[in-house]
């Protein structure tokens, strides 16, 4: 079958063997399962082309591929839902599709038009609809990334690529409350650098230092600033937000910090409600005062894949600090409830933040 949009032709080759049957949707394992179908485009000879909806399948390579030995790869990360109507609500895609492009052209990666990614999607949802889980907390992640495919060994943009969206149903990423580090010896993200993007190094580099501090029972780390370890960045995988008294305040972005989706939601959401937001530079010692004072009446994670998720614990090298943990009435609760209400269709969404399919 042969889709075609206002400026695109997509063909579409459906799943003979759906793997639906085998899933337990009351028991998905984050980032383990995997729709039916994936939307695909080859980068060549200086375009994208080739659009096409195929069977989840091994992709070929070769050993020589770019990819394989330089990096050179962007990513994204965004939600379906299904509203209580049946609709298929995406959250936001045209900010994804944004700061792909801005994570691409760091990384001397072609950028790619908006029609590709959102028809793309929209075809991979329609054929995957059943996909999408309906429990509370479940939704569909989806993937969309571009990697490098030259066979080339030497260090230069490549010339050939893939652009692919896969999609992924899923249950909660963290099931409770988090234990965190600061991290003053090792660094995510410097000046000048790639923190800002979504680029699959980051995350590489990452591992060593998030890995020793799990083996300190700590669930992931808070980084500082490269260059004086002083202020408080961000999270592995979500920006970091902290109530001090009746103000939210969250690390300014710059080129360091990620500049999240959930970030931008929630900071347009407390300012909607009259809550007093600072977007600046917080050093650790005034967030290990605040603690040591309790003027941190909460902190918590956002991220796409994290949603809204609760700080139990933040340690520096000498202490643990224990935050209260949020009620129903805590600023925390009443975002993530909002937020959920938006995506399910429970509340209009006033902001325009959702796409249906
Ligand atoms: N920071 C980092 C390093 C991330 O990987 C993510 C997840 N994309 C976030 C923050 C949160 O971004 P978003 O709210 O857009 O998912």
């Known amino acids: 079958m042969t889709i075609m949009t206002d400026t695109i032709q997509i063909n ?11 899933v337990d949707f009351d028991d998905i394992d984050f980032g383990k399962v995997y729709s039916d179908h994936m939307f695909i485009s080859d980068f060549y000879n200086g375009q ?9 399948d091994m992709l070929s390579l070769t050993p020589g591929s770019a ?5 050179q790869s962007v990513f994204e990360g965004l939600k379906a839902y299904k509203t209580e109507s049946g609709e298929i609500a995406v959250f936001r895609p045209e900010m994804n599709f944004r700061r792909l492009n801005l994570s691409a ?7 790619i038009s908006e029609e590709m990614f959102m028809e793309g999607l929209t075809e991979v949802l329609k054929l995957d609809k059943s996909w999408i889980p309906d429990l509370p907390n479940t939704s569909l992640y989806i993937r969309p990334y571009i990697f490098a495919l030259d066979e080339y060994i030497g260090i230069r943009p490549s010339t050939n690529y893939k652009f692919i969206i896969f999609t992924c149903p899923v249950g909660a990423y963290y099931s409770k409350p988090l234990k965190l580090k600061i991290e003053t010896e090792y660094s ?9 993007a979504k680029a699959a190094g980051n995350y590489a580099g990452s591992l060593y230092p998030a890995k020793l501090a799990q083996e300190k029972g700590y669930d992931q780390l808070i980084w500082t600033d490269g260059a004086t370890h002083s202020y408080i ?9 902290f109530m001090k008294g009746d103000k939210l305040i969250t690390a300014d972005t710059g080129d360091t910090v990620l500049r999240g989706i959930t970030r931008d939601s929630v900071i347009t959401l407390a300012q909607e409600w009259g ?20 003027e941190i009446v909460e902190a918590f994670g956002t991220g796409t894949a994290a949603t809204i998720a609760s700080i139990e614990v933040i340690a520096d090298d000498e202490n643990e600090y224990i935050i209260p943990q949020p009620g129903p009435d805590s600023f925390s609760t009443r975002v993530f409830t909002e937020l959920d209400n938006i995506k399910t269709g429970k509340i209009q969404d006033t902001h325009n933040w959702i796409y249906k399919v």
């Open 12 to 22: 579409i080759k459906p799943t003979l063997n759906s793997r639906l049957s085998q």
């Open 48 to 56: 994208w082309q080739d659009f096409r909806v195929e069977p989840y």
């Open 67 to 71: 990819i394989l030995h330089y990096g």
């Open 105 to 111: 052209e760091r990384l001397c990666i072609p950028s």
């Open 188 to 196: 995510r993200a410097v000046q000048g650098g790639t923190g800002y």
């Open 233 to 241: 960045e961000e999270a592995g995988t979500m920006n970091l937000m």
């Open 275 to 294: 809550i007093e937001v600072e977007e600046r530079k917080i050093s650790v010692e005034e967030i290990i005062t605040s603690l040591k004072k309790g």
